[in-house]
């Protein structure tokens, strides 16, 4: 297992175009998250899935911002029309959630991220 | 909802020297988790430590240890014995345990505290 992997990792595009970035997660993780970080800031949480299950989806930015995870293995996040504003750094984590009695989670694996530039 | 603050933009140690960073966090949450996460430049996210807010023993990992004080809502970093290595942002993040098990707005973090270990 090679971690958390992203593609591109870099990408730049045209005010406007649509761009739609891959992450492959731990393969034993069931959990599988999208963040946006942008320049001197932490990062923000837009997405989850747990298995092929989108859990909470209102943090994404506007609704030009959609993520898929079919068959709850790799996922994708598109970016309809993008704009200038959207350059950032988009990192996926993954983690594994136990569920019985006490249901315990145990720490994310970020990826390296796509570094999207929009100009 | 949660805020995560780092006061600190910057520090800068020496080499082998005791460093510790700080971190406030409001919530009315009773059950949740707190990281630190290690950002290297142009490298991914690494988990540095957790806690788990129900535990009262202070997380430690090697020359990683946290001050977490609860009712004071406060989740120190003290990285002892510093290296070179050590260079890279920091980030504090905040995970509040949901109903279906932990990660369930995804992680809270602060704009991190820039670390650098000087020579």
């Keep these: 297992d090679t971690g958390v992997s992203q593609n591109p990792r870099h990408k730049i595009t045209k005010r406007g175009q649509n761009v739609t970035f891959r992450c492959d997660p731990i393969s034993e993780h069931n959990r599988l998250y999208w963040y946006r970080q942008t320049l001197g800031q932490g990062p923000e949480f837009l997405t989850y899935f747990q298995n092929e299950a989108q859990l909470e989806k209102s943090r994404l930015l506007s609704d030009r911002f959609s993520a898929e995870r079919p068959k709850g293995s790799f996922s994708t996040l598109e970016i309809q029309r993008t704009e200038q504003g959207d350059s950032a750094m988009y990192l996926c984590a993954s983690s594994y959630a136990s569920g019985g009695t006490r249901l315990i989670n145990y720490g994310y694996t970020f990826g390296s991220g796509t570094r999207l530039t929009v100009v | ?119």
């Excluded at chain 2, 406030?24 to 490298?43: A, G, I, M």
């Excluded at chain 2, 290296?83 to 345990?97: E, N």
């Design chain 2, 1 to 119: 909802a949660q805020t995560v603050t780092q006061s600190q933009p910057e520090m800068s140690v020496q080499e082998a020297e005791t460093v510790t960073l700080s971190c406030t966090y409001d919530t009315s949450e009773s059950n949740y988790y707190l990281f630190w996460y290690k950002q290297p430049p142009s490298r991914q996210m690494i988990l540095v430590i957790r806690q788990e807010a129900y535990k009262q023993q202070n997380a430690t990992e090697n020359r990683f240890s946290v001050n977490f004080q609860k009712a004071a809502k406060s989740f120190s970093l003290k990285i002892s014995d510093s290296q070179l290595g050590d260079t890279a942002m920091y980030f504090c993040a905040f995970m509040k345990h949901g109903k279906s098990g932990g990660g369930a707005d995804g992680l809270t973090f602060g704009k991190g505290t820039h670390l650098i270990i000087q020579p």
